[in-house]
């Protein structure tokens, strides 16, 4: 079958309760101004500990410091190079990769009314399946947003959307590129590589419409390779392959240390939904009635089962339980609370479920239901008023062993304390202050987490201390009330964890006097005395 034959089939299998009124203009600007007021006071969102490790290891690259070999880095290298753009985009600052994450949540809310569209729902409701995506993601905190997981689960939209333009037109192309967006997706978390799984859609659907070809399946197969081998070719040509090899070797050890204990086991899935009260809701009622409604042909079932399962496989194999690695869920459950909605509206009188702009005042409805429209709306008010808004979004997420506003304290005390072109060297987790301070990680080691981890075997005390004795930093800073048992396995903060390395310890007392001391942070400068 065609695909205009297949979106004409799509288009006419909607239920008595669905409402097909309305352009596409207008359900496109539905979906855009929706998502920015959702999403608009994130610009103004603090730096959370992940976003800060990450943006300086991006912005180390910009200065010709390149991840793995001079910049140790965890991640998979995608997360790198989406910082470093988002700064070569946006400008050095804090804000750049919250204004990238801002414009990919849109593209990805208009991918999921794409996808929308395409499994059968009409167009107010795929509009309001992209806006429900969005009011689930901006229901999460700063220390949520602007994720690897959550860039990974945007991809497979993508991926997801080239596959049905693949099984619609039976073109490898479009197989090679589902492919490929999945192996960038890979390139962001490991984990989420079982959305490959998504090709054999057709298998277990059997529609006529959408038919499993092994030629489509050698096209998808070899798409991800082309994505993985330019990725490792990268890097090798960079030099800097082995290390990358090395360092994913050893964090296998992170495998051991043990998860969040929660009460049932992995109830973050629920948590990354439930934020959001109304839309939750929806999403409870479509996951209970979608396959009865009809909404949704069977295919579109087959698609949402293994996307939605796939999603939050993702985060259960990662075994921490923290709500950003169930991040790839928010935009198949977009689609399963859309449906759910219209499971609603099919129960309403039908004078008021065909009113012209009912879809519209719901969908304006749903959006300011939720608290991320509001916060946009006190963000604004607070820059008229010339406040800064950062300090308030930090207090809706509290931390012992982290604070931005302290790290921006810090950083304006080291504006007072050191000379632009002085190094600085930080044995702690707040990564940022080098982003703050504009001055990149120079002795590898942004961080103190690959030597203070239980699994740490010695091998990388040595390398750290011929760096630091070879090319002694004129500032170290020692971070307190750090210590973050879920990554480390013990609860010990940085500052603790120096009588552990009594090499490390010498040298700071013996070559550094102690400057200033802060609630977090000890202030040490060279004695060039």
């Not at 912005?59 to 410091?65: E, T, W, Y």
């Not at 909605?341 to 065909?354: G, Q, V």
């Not at 008229?384 to 930090?394: I, K, L, Q, S």
């Amino acid at each position: 079958m065609s695909l205009p034959e297949t979106e004409h089939k799509l288009a006419t299998h909607v239920s008595a309760g669905q409402c097909v009124c309305g352009s596409p203009a207008l359900w496109a600007g539905v979906v855009v101004f929706g998502t920015l007021i959702l999403g608009l006071w994130t610009l103004w969102e603090p730096l959370g500990l992940d976003q800060g490790i990450h943006a300086t290891i991006g912005f180390a690259l910009d200065q010709g410091l390149l991840p793995y070999r001079d910049v140790y880095n965890i991640k998979p290298p995608m997360t790198t190079v989406t910082h470093w753009l988002s700064q070569a985009l946006f400008g050095h600052s804090f804000v750049a990769i919250r204004c990238f994450d801002l414009l990919a949540v849109l593209a990805t809310a208009f991918g999921v009314r794409a996808v929308s569209g395409r499994l059968g729902l009409s167009r107010p409701a795929a509009a309001l399946a992209g806006l429900l995506f969005a009011s689930f993601y901006y229901g999460l905190t700063f220390w949520e947003h602007a994720q690897t997981d959550g860039w990974a689960g945007f991809l497979v939209v993508a991926a997801i959307l080239a596959l049905l333009r693949g099984w619609g037109e039976g073109r490898g192309g479009w197989f090679f590129l589902a492919g490929a967006l999945l192996g960038l997706a890979f390139g962001f978390k490991y984990t989420i590589a079982g959305t490959g799984l998504l090709i054999f859609a057709p298998l277990l659907a059997r529609d006529p419409a959408y038919l499993f070809s092994w030629r489509g399946f050698l096209f998808f197969v070899a798409g991800g390779i082309a994505a993985l081998a330019a990725i490792f070719s990268a890097m090798a040509a960079a030099g800097i392959l082995a290390d990358f090899l090395e360092i994913q070797r050893y964090i296998l050890g992170y495998i051991t240390i043990e998860g969040e204990s929660l009460p049932l086991p992995h109830l973050r899935i629920v948590l990354a939904l439930a934020r959001n009260t109304l839309p939750f809701l929806l999403f409870l009622i479509g996951l209970v009635t979608l396959p009865f409604t009809g909404h949704v042909r069977r295919f579109g079932l087959v698609v949402l089962a293994i996307w939605l399962g796939t999603c939050a496989l993702s985060g259960i194999a990662q075994g921490k339980g923290f709500e950003y690695h169930y991040l790839p869920i928010l935009p198949p459950a977009g689609i399963i609370a859309a449906s759910g909605l219209r499971a609603i509206l099919s129960w309403l009188p039908s004078d008021i479920r065909t009113l012209r702009f009912a879809p519209l005042l719901l969908a304006a409805g749903l959006a300011f239901s939720t608290e991320a429209p509001r916060r946009s709306v006190a963000t604004v008010f607070m820059l008229a008023r010339g406040e800064d808004p950062v300090p308030r979004w930090e207090k809706d997420f509290p931390l012992d062993h982290y604070s931005f506003s302290d790290m921006r304290q810090l950083s304006a005390m080291l504006d007072e304390l050191r000379a632009p072109d002085e190094t600085l060297f930080l044995w702690g987790y707040d990564t940022g202050i080098y982003l703050l301070q504009r001055t990149p990680p120079r002795h590898r080691y942004p961080y103190s987490w690959p030597l203070v981890v239980n699994f740490h075997d010695g091998r990388y005390t040595q390398d750290l201390l011929d760096r630091l004795r070879s090319s002694p930093p004129d500032i170290i800073l020692v971070q307190k009330q750090d210590e973050v048992p879920l990554v480390t396995g013990h609860r010990l903060d940085s500052r603790e964890m120096l009588d552990a390395f009594p090499e490390l310890k010498s040298f700071l007392t013996g070559r550094y006097r102690l400057l200033r001391t802060l609630s977090r942070y000890d202030i040490w400068r060279l004695d060039q005395g």
